[in-house]
DNA sequence: CGGTATGCATAAGGACAATTTATCCATATG
DNA sequence: CATATGGATAAATTGTCCTTATGCATACCG
């Protein structure tokens, strides 16, 4: 389909000989030896069978035959290098990342503004699949899944472990002379109480889980759901202290007891290992890492 | 000055991959392996940074960036190899010829023509010119030149002996009686009397040169000039008998002896040795040695 | 009018990119 | 479910491309 091309390296050395009509100005355009122009330029020639330039004393100048050839080259390449360099700015120019809903809303939401104030030229698109985005086949640059961080060939980055504990808002507290134990909590609604978290919470505290049985299930599943539903005082809600740090701060929301606990997964960024060095992927690593590592300080 | 460029291997492999929307496809047309072309597209996708294809099952598909730069590496490759074909052609459609006089007029200028109804595609170009040409530095494909032979770098092909011998007119041959010895030849004029080759034939033949002296001169300094006084009937002219073979088939000519001197030069077909593989270098050395050939025949 | 500097050509050698071979894997297809 | 298709990958090989070192011709300068 394409016609016969001549040989690149050697075209695009025979450009630059062109237009500068010296080889050695070529040369140091291209970054290399004049010999390597030379030999380049004569390959060219020995190849169209015909010379490209005449040698004249202390300059070179196109034959008939590198006169027809050379502007064609030499707007080739520009094309060339125009799609190049805009293909390569957008690409920097778009971001795409896959993430879980509760992490989308939980965190990256409220945050995801201060990255955008760093990098202006950025354009951020979130594409929020409960599904592990296959990085071969979706045009996304990096995700932020749950799971226990171990992704052959991609690249992770513990973000959060996903550690929880009972919240609710102060008022609610309040209604019932705040909490000493944890058994007080079974004395008031719980939202989702079939989430096994309440079990593994309640057992690590001692109590028994016994009180969660026959309670009206309210499956609402997404952190973000059931924290709004803690806030407005409908219940306790069984949440990760990291979502809802302006909440715990601000007072919307209190937690009535230390323990944390853990079911082992966690939060991770990831990104194809053989991207690591790509511009928006390592400025997006280094914000969010950012991120996590102030918070943990405070 | 010129844009950073791709890589331009893995560019036009691209270019073939995203007119197919196949690996395999473009390895085939770039007569390659897949290996080969999945090996080039990672290094063009690791020098953009971003893929330019989504690995779906049986085909790949254009990511964004792949879209947005295809269009216009397809029409870069497009004007290049234009460019290149017609170059090409172009080159091979013209044949610069460097040539004595003398050799242009009395052999070459009537035999051409069937050259050229052999190639009718090539435009033949004579630069006739006394100097030497110096194939670096002038637009010559090939040159025929009078010398020894000894040219290094240049590739060349014996053509013709300069032997000589006298001509005249059948007519003024007959205003003497024919002619049965070599003196009988100083019994007419003689055409540029001064011309070294005239005592060399006279010494050969036996005859003493001393009759040459103080003959009018009338330097011509051509054969074909010189021919063509032999034909008036103007006088005894010393000529190459190769440049009147048509003159002396049909009678316009004689040679009254058999005798043929030769001064050691010889005309030569000479071209740059590395061009010997120009198609239109070895059309015209085919048709000059054959035509030579067949001559030697006869 | 010679000496020097500039620019290109060439040969030899080496570095590294491009390619092939040989598998492997996933998935569409019959 | 077996097979075929299309792509990815690793290792080894090949070959291009480039550099170093040098030579040569010519223009320029004192």
Redesign the pocket.
Known sequence: MAAQLP????TR?FEAAARHG????A?EE??????????????LEDRIGTPL?L??????TLTEAGQRLAPAITEAFELIGAAWASARSGAQGMLSISTVQTFASNWLAQRIGSFQMAHPGLAVRFDTSPRFVDF?REEVDLAIRAGNGDWP?LATHLLLRTEFTPMLSPKLAASIGGLKEPTDLLRLPIIDPDDPWWTQWLTEAGASAEGLKGRVRSRMGSQAVEGGAAIAGQGVAMLTPAFFASELADGRLVQPFELLCSDGHAYWLVYPEARRNAPKISAFRSWILAEFAASAEE
Chains 1, 2 share one sequence.
Not at 22 to 25: A, C, P, R
Not at 55 to 60: A, F, G, K
């Open positions: 040989p690149l390296q050697a050395v010296s080889f050695t100005k040369a291209l970054g290399m030896t004049q010999a390597a122009v030379s030999y380049q330029i004569k390959v330039f040698r004249r004393p202390r300059q070179v071969a060939g």
